[in-house]
């Protein structure tokens, strides 16, 4: 079901009123990060990664654009 226009304005009011909540919720989280933590456990996440998953020639954004052009003419 496709939402009505009221609904959308409804979204767009509560999405504007609970705003500035969700800007204090995220400033609090950035200053009390612990970033020495995050950049350690990121790289040894990214370190597991180099070693366990082989390189790959592409991104797969060419494929992903080959598979929706397909899907288009199919439409």
Request: positive net charge; without cysteine.
């Amino acid at each position: 079901m496709v939402p009505s226009r009221e609904q959308y304005r409804e979204y767009v009011r509560t999405w504007a009123a609970n705003g500035p909540l969700l800007q204090e919720i995220r400033d609090r989280e950035i200053r009390e990060a612990d970033t020495p933590s995050s950049i350690r456990t990121f790289e040894s996440a990214f370190r597991i990664a180099l070693r366990d998953l082989p390189a790959r020639n592409s991104s797969g954004l060419v494929e992903w654009q080959d598979y929706m052009a397909r899907w288009r003419r199919r439409g």
